[in-house]
C-alpha cells in the first residue's frame, strides 16, 4: 500500500463512518462522540499528509502530490481518479475542521433525529473530499450533484420556521444550474473523442481538446453558470440567504465554509483549464461579476435587520473579491484568492457559529434584540469582535492577507479595479462595523441576563480563532503551498498559461 | 418438420402455470392465496430462469417469435418485474381481500402476453400477445370489484385500449396489403418500387398510434393518470413498468428494422413527440397535489426521455436504451410497489398530505421509496443518474444537441415535484395516525432486492452494460 491509496481512505471513511453513526443514532449521547472521535480522526489523517514532505509527481491523470487512478465505468470510459495537490490539501483540511465544528456546536442544539443529522454530516464531508479531489469529470460531476441532498435535508429536517421553502429553492438553483454543465460535459467529452478517437473524462486529457471558440464559449457559459449558481454571484445569489437564514447553524457553517467553495474551486480547476480561450475573454465579465457582487453584497447588507442575514450578505460579498481576483489572473491575486477561500471557510463559519449562539440565547437574530451584549457577555463578546474584525480584514489577522495579496495583485495590471475592490473593502468594514456596533455596544435591550459561553463553546471558538491567528501572522507556509500548486497547474496546461499568463 | 419445443421454454413455462394457477383454484378447497401465489411466484421464476440458462439453438421459433439474446434479455427482464410486483402485489391483495386465482393466473397471462410482444418477429404473435397483455389487465386493474375508481379505471383502460387496438390492427392489415409479408422486419425493411407509399406510410402512423397509446406518449396519454390512480397500486406498478418495457422493446425493434425511406420520415415525428413528452409529463405533474397522479406523469416524461434517445437509436443509443429501459423499471416499479404497500385498507393514500411524517414513522419503506424518487429524477449515486447520463451521452454523439439540451431542460421541472414528494415525507411534520399494514418477508424482500439494485446499478453497472453491449452489437450486424 502506497501513500496514494490514503485518498481512497479520505473518501470512504467520513462515507463509511455516516452508516456507523447512523447506526448509532438510538442513543444520541454515543452518535455524538462517535461523530466526533470520526471527523477527528478524519482531520488528523489530512493533517498527517502535510508533514509527509509531499512532492508533484506526473503520472496518467497530471501532476499531483497524490493520486489514484481506477476503470470505473468502463464502457464509457469515465475512472475513479483522484488527485491532491496544495489547494485540495488545503481545501480537505478545512472539510475535516468544519465538519468537526459542525458536530461540536450541534451538541446540545440538535436533539431531533441526532443519528440523521449526523449521518448527513458526514456523508457531506465524504462527498466534499471526493469532489476536492477528483480529476474525472464524470466522477467531479457525481460528487457535485450527490452534496445536494445531505444539505437538503440538513436544511429541511432542523432548519428555521422557513425551511421548506429555503431547501427546494436550494435545490432549484443549484441542480437547475447544474444540469447544463452535464450537457457541456458530455459535448466536451463527445467532442474529443471525435478528434482523438479516445473517449474519456479525464481531465488532463480533457483540456488538450482543440475547440473553436463558439463551441469553447458556449460550453464555458454552461460551465460557467453551474459554478456562478454555487458561488453564488450576484444575479444568482437569491438562494443563498434564504438558506443561511433558514439553516441549523450546522448547516449554515457547511454552507458557507464549504459548499460555496467548491463553486470557485471548480472554476479555478475545471473551467478555466478546460477553456482557457473562452476564460480569458471572460475577464470583463468575471470582473463586472465580482465588483457587482462587492458592492451589491455591502449595499443590501447595509440593510438587514437580522444578524444572520447579514453575515449571509457579507459572505457574497467576500466571494465577489474572490471571483474579482479570477479575473486579475496574476500569481499574488490568485494565491491571494486562493487564501481568501480558506479564510473565508473560518471567519465566516466562526460568525454564523457565534450568531448561532446568539439565536439560542436570545431567541432572535434581530438587532432590535440586541444590544449591550458586552456587558452581559464579555467572552462571548470578545470573540465576536475578534472574528468580526478577520472578516472585515484587520492587518494581523487572515483575511487581511488575502485581501492585500489580491489589491496588490490588482494594482500591477488593473489600477483602476484595484480602486474600485479596494472601496468593496471598505464598505466591508462599514456593515461589519455597524454589526459589532448594534450587537455588542449601546444600551441593553433586556430584562433578563444571558448566559455566557459555556465551556464547550469557549473551545469551539477558541479552536477557530487558532487559524485566523496562524494565517494572519504568519501566512509563509500556506502560501507556498498555493504557489508551488499554481505552477503545477501552468505548467500542466500550458493552454491556459499561454491564453492568460502567469 | 421437427419443432424444438425446448427452444420456446419459457413460454410453456407461463402457459402451464397460467394454467395451473386457476386449476388450484378450482379444485383445492378454500383456495390458499399462498398456494396461488407460490405458484405464481415459482412460474415466473421457472420461466425467468429458463430464458437466462438456455441457450436456444435456433434465432427464432417457426419464425414467429425471436430467440436471440434480444429477446433473452427482455424475458429476464419481464419476468423479473413480474415476481417483483407479485410480491407486491400478495400481501395488499390480502388484506383487501382479493387474492384469487383469478388474479395471480392473470398476472401470470400478463406476463406472458409481454413476453411475446417483447420476443415477436410476426406480426400475428406480436398482435397475440398485445390482445393477452391487454386483456390481462382490463381484468387486473378492475380486479378490486367492489371499488368504483377501479371499475371506472378498468373501463377507461378498456375502452382506449380497445380503440388502440383497433388502429393496430387496421395498421397491420393496411401494412399487410401494402407489402404482402406479415413478417415484420420484411414487412419494414422492405420499401420496393411496388409499395404504395402513402399506404405504407398510414400503416405504420396507425401502429405507432396504437403502441404509443400503450406507452403513453403525449397527446395519447389521458388515461394514464386515471388509470394509474383508480388500479390498486402493485397493479399500478406491474402496468407501469412491464407492459411499456415490453412494448417499448416491440418498438425499438420496430424502429431498428425500419427502412432508410421510412426512417427519415420517422425519426422527426418522434423528436417533436419526444420533446411534447417530456415537457407535458414534467410540467403536468409538477401540478398534480396526489402522489399517484403525479408519478403517472412523471412515468409519462420517463417515456419521453425514452423516445428522445429512440430518435438517435441507428447512431448507437441501442445500450443506453436498454440500460434505462431496466433502470426505469426497476425505480418506477419500486415507487408504485412501496406506495402499494405504505396504504391504508380502506384506501390507498394518495394526497401528498397523507404522506407527511412518513418518512419517520415508517423508515424502512419511506427510504426505498425515497431512492426511487432520487433515481427517478436522475440524482447520484443512484441507477437514474447513470441511465440519464448514457441517455444524454448517446444523443450527443448522435449530433442531437438540440433535443439534448430541450431534454435536461425539462428534467430542472422533474426536480422540484420529486422533491415535493420528499418534503412530505420527511420535511413536513405528521398530520395523523397511520393503519398501515406492516410488511410481510415478500414485500421487504422485493423492496430490498430494489433498494440494492438501484444503488448496485449506479456505482457499478459494469456487468449490465457489457451484457447490454453484446446484445447491441449482436443486433447491430
Known sequence: ?502 | MLIHWLDILPLLILSAGGLAIFGAGAFLPRRPSWVLFGLASLTALGAGLAALLMAPGSAAFLGMVDLGSYSRFFTILLMSITLLSLFFLHRYAQVRNFAGDELFALMIYAALGMVLVAAAVHWLIFFLGLELLSLSLYVLIASRRRETTALEAGVKYFILGAVASAFLTFGIALLYAATGTLEIKASLAGVSQAVPMPLYFLALSLIFVGIGFKISLVPFHLWTPDVYEGAPAPVTAFLSTGSKVALFAALLRLALNLGEPAWEMAWPVLWVLAVLTMALGNITAVYQTKVKRLLAYSSVAQMGYLLMALVAVKQGSLPALLFYLTVYALMDLGAFGILGSLSEPQADLDELEDFQGLGFSHPWRSAVFACCLLSLAGLPPTAGFLGKIFLFWALIKADCLILAVIGITTVVFSIYYYFKVLTSLYLRPRRREFLITPPDLAVGLASGAIFLLVFLLGIHPGPLWSVIEQISIFLSR
Open chain 1, 1 to 502: 500500500m502506497t501513500a496514494d491509496s490514503l485518498l481512497l481512505v479520505l473518501v470512504f471513511f467520513p462515507l463509511a463512518g455516516s452508516l456507523l453513526a447512523l447506526g448509532a443514532g438510538y442513543q444520541p449521547r454515543l452518535c455524538r462522540w462517535v461523530s466526533l472521535i470520526l471527523s477527528l480522526m478524519q482531520m488528523a489523517l489530512i493533517s498527517l499528509l502535510f508533514f509527509l514532505d509531499l512532492q508533484p509527481h506526473s503520472g496518467p491523470t497530471g501532476t499531483w502530490l497524490l493520486a489514484v487512478d481506477y476503470p470505473w465505468l468502463e464502457g464509457i470510459g469515465a475512472r475513479f481518479s483522484l488527485g491532491l495537490d496544495g489547494l485540495s490539501l488545503l481545501l480537505l483540511w478545512l472539510t475535516a475542521f468544519l465538519t468537526v465544528i459542525s458536530v461540536l456546536i450541534s451538541w446540545t442544539a440538535i436533539n431531533l433525529k441526532v443519528g440523521l443529522f449526523h449521518f448527513f454530516l458526514l456523508f457531506l464531508e465524504g462527498c466534499l473530499m471526493g469532489l476536492f479531489m477528483a480529476t474525472d469529470l464524470l466522477l467531479f460531476y457525481l460528487f457535485w450533484e450527490i452534496q445536494l441532498i445531505p444539505m437538503f435535508f440538513l436544511l429541511g429536517i432542523w432548519g428555521h420556521a422557513r425551511r421548506i421553502y429555503a431547501a427546494v429553492k436550494f435545490v432549484l438553483f443549484t441542480f437547475g444550474g447544474s444540469l447544463f454543465m452535464l450537457i457541456a460535459l458530455l459535448v466536451l467529452y463527445v467532442l474529443h473523442g471525435h478528434q482523438t478517437g479516445e473517449y474519456t473524462f479525464s481531465l488532463y486529457q480533457l483540456s488538450q481538446t482543440p475547440l473553436s471558440p463558439t463551441v469553447e464559449g458556449w460550453l464555458y457559459a454552461a460551465f460557467l453558470l453551474a459554478f456562478a449558481v454555487k458561488i453564488p454571484l450576484v444575479p444568482l445569489h437569491t438562494w443563498l440567504p434564504d438558506a443561511h437564514t433558514e439553516a441549523p447553524t450546522a448547516g449554515s457553517v457547511d454552507l458557507a465554509g464549504l459548499l460555496l467553495k467548491t463553486g470557485f474551486y471548480a472554476f479555478f480547476r475545471f473551467a478555466f483549464p478546460l477553456f482557457p480561450g473562452a476564460a480569458q475573454a471572460s475577464i470583463p465579465l468575471l470582473l463586472a461579476l465580482g465588483l457587482v457582487g462587492m458592492f451589491y453584497a455591502a449595499w443590501i447588507a447595509l440593510a438587514q435587520t437580522d444578524i444572520k442575514r447579514l453575515v449571509a450578505y457579507s459572505s457574497i460579498g467576500h466571494m465577489g473579491l474572490m471571483v474579482l481576483a479570477l479575473g486579475i489572473w496574476n500569481l499574488m491575486a490568485l494565491s491571494g484568492s486562493l487564501l481568501q477561500l480558506f479564510n473565508h471557510g473560518i471567519s465566516t463559519s466562526a460568525l454564523f457559529v457565534m450568531v448561532g449562539m446568539l439565536d439560542e440565547r436570545l431567541g432572535s437574530r434581530n438587532f432590535q434584540d440586541m444590544g449591550g451584549l458586552w456587558q452581559q457577555m464579555p467572552v462571548f463578546s470578545a470573540f465576536f469582535l475578534f472574528f468580526a474584525l478577520s472578516s472585515m480584514g484587520l492587518p494581523g489577522l487572515n483575511n487581511f492577507v488575502g485581501e492585500i495579496l489580491i489589491l496588490l495583485g490588482a494594482f500591477q495590471i488593473r489600477p483602476l479595479i484595484a480602486v474600485l475592490a479596494f472601496v468593496g473593502v471598505l464598505l466591508t468594514v462599514i456593515y461589519i462595523l455597524r454589526m459589532v456596533q448594534d450587537s455588542l455596544f449601546g444600551e441593553s435591550r433586556r430584562v433578563q441576563p444571558l448566559r455566557d459561553v459555556t465551556p464547550r463553546e469557549v473551545l469551539i471558538l477558541a479552536v477557530m480563532a487558532l487559524p485566523v491567528l496562524y494565517i494572519g501572522l504568519h501566512p509563509g507556509p500556506v502560501l507556498r503551498l498555493f504557489e508551488s500548486s499554481l505552477q503545477v497547474m501552468w505548467g500542466q496546461f500550458p493552454m491556459l498559461a499561454r491564453s492568460l499568463g502567469g
